[in-house]
């Protein structure tokens, strides 16, 4: 049996990112939110496009106005009026001002900006009653961003943000990383879909439903594979198409010590090699993990990743939120941020375990004047007990080797995504 640790490293090491040469796609920007960018971009343009105003008022030579105050305001001419989106026509001279507007051009000649709340106008004259700061309200030409420079890295997620940049940036269209392809699959005889009658000893498929929308929330392509018996020959069926149609499979159930002989035995009759075969956890101990190289179907990758996640609810979801969905993130092409990240926080109440195993709890991180806090959820947290699961938002660990973690003190929390 495998810690966590090693369980993780393991995992992660075999997750390779989709390549930026074959997994690509090239979309329209409407197209792009959420996806992941599979190439840096730049720009031909600078950022300010060209020196321009950041204030209603006036602009003028610093050196004109240097010594400008209420007591002995400077008078200047205006030449001109430029608006947003006109080009100036005027070049200031000494002793000349042109009235400007937030966002427009800058003339020639002028250097400053002096907002109009400072001045007082009479006619084309214009008092300044306060000594502007040299350069004051410029926003200059390249500021902000400087053309042919990288604009936005690879392996970022485009949100509204990064969607307006490349739309100001005149970036129509671009290279993102393809959608991961995941293979979902449940195994065990007790199972029925949601839509039947339960007869004794029938279990609604909950695990399906759950993985459906985790897996379709983080933007990856789905091929769902149902309900498969406890038949060794049908789950080989299904296995080998999900392998050769998929980077990613999922099966839940069917990864019991019971079952295991088999699982292994089809696992290896199609060329595959098990990394994983346990893990010290709870819940989430029978935790399959096993890859398989050299696929020749080339709409995947070269290397498909299968995780046998435990039937028990939580179980799956808990093991999914450790190592699967990081996964995932890691394979989309995501550069940073894919890791499972835990924050220290309080505990509410007391946290207890056997020490025997990483332990995790489910509960609510929040957010208490200014201080974040866990509290677990109520009932039972058993495996089996999918109901308190609903609602909450973190698991909070407790490591090997500790039986307790007292009410108000410190513990490792890893907010969830559900």
């Not at 966590?4 to 090239?26: C, G, H, K, M, W």
Request: proline share 6%; with cysteine.
């Amino acid at each position: 049996m495998l810690s966590v640790s090693d369980t993780e490293n393991i995992i992660f090491n075999l997750v390779q990112p989709l390549d930026n040469q074959r997994d690509i796609e090239l979309i329209d920007l409407l197209a792009a939110g959420d996806r992941i960018l599979a190439s840096p971009i730049t720009s031909q343009l600078d950022f300010p496009h060209w020196d321009n105003s950041a204030m209603d008022g006036y602009a003028m030579r610093f050196a004109d106005v240097q010594a400008a105050s209420a007591e002995k305001p400077v008078i200047l001419e205006i030449i001109e009026e430029i608006p947003a989106g006109y080009q100036p026509q005027s070049t200031i001279k000494p002793g000349q001002a042109a009235r400007i507007f937030t966002g427009a051009v800058m003339p020639k000649g002028a250097d400053t900006v002096v907002m109009q709340e400072s001045t007082y106008r009479e006619g084309n004259r214009v008092s300044i009653l306060a000594t502007p700061k040299p350069q004051q309200f410029v926003r200059h030409r390249a500021a902000y961003y400087q053309a042919g420079s990288q604009l936005l890295p690879e392996g970022i997620i485009l949100k509204a943000a990064e969607i307006a940049v490349l739309a100001a940036a005149q970036c129509i269209e671009l290279s993102v990383y393809r959608r991961p392809r995941v293979a979902i699959f449940s195994t065990g005889d007790e199972l029925v879909t949601p839509d039947q009658p339960l007869q004794p000893g029938q279990i609604v498929d909950s695990n399906h439903y759950a993985l459906f929308h985790l897996v379709r929330q983080m933007g990856a392509e789905l091929l769902m594979l149902g309900i498969v018996k406890d038949e060794p020959e049908k789950l080989k069926q299904v296995l080998a198409t999900a392998i050769n149609n998929a980077d990613v499979v999922l099966s839940s159930g069917g990864v019991s010590v019971g079952d295991y002989d088999y699982i292994e035995e089809i696992i290896e009759s199609l060329g595959g090699q098990i990394h994983v075969r346990a893990v010290g956890m709870k819940p989430g101990k029978p935790l399959t993990v096993a890859s398989f190289e050299n696929n020749t179907d080339k709409t995947v990758g070269n290397r498909v990743i299968y995780f046998g996640l435990p039937g028990n609810p939580v179980s799956a979801l808990v093991t999914f939120w450790r190592f699967v969905q990081p996964s995932i993130k890691k394979l989309s092409g995501l550069s940073q941020g894919w890791k499972p990240e835990f924050v220290e926080v309080r505990s509410l109440q007391e946290l207890r375990s056997d020490g025997k195993r990483e332990t995790y709890f489910w509960g609510y991180l929040d957010l208490n004047n200014g201080v974040y806090e866990f509290q677990p959820a109520g009932g039972s947290h058993s495996s089996a007990n999918l109901i308190n699961l609903a609602q909450t938002n973190a698991l909070a660990m407790v490591p090997v080797g500790t039986r307790l973690i007292p009410a108000q003190a410190q513990v490792q929390v890893l907010r969830i995504d559900s």
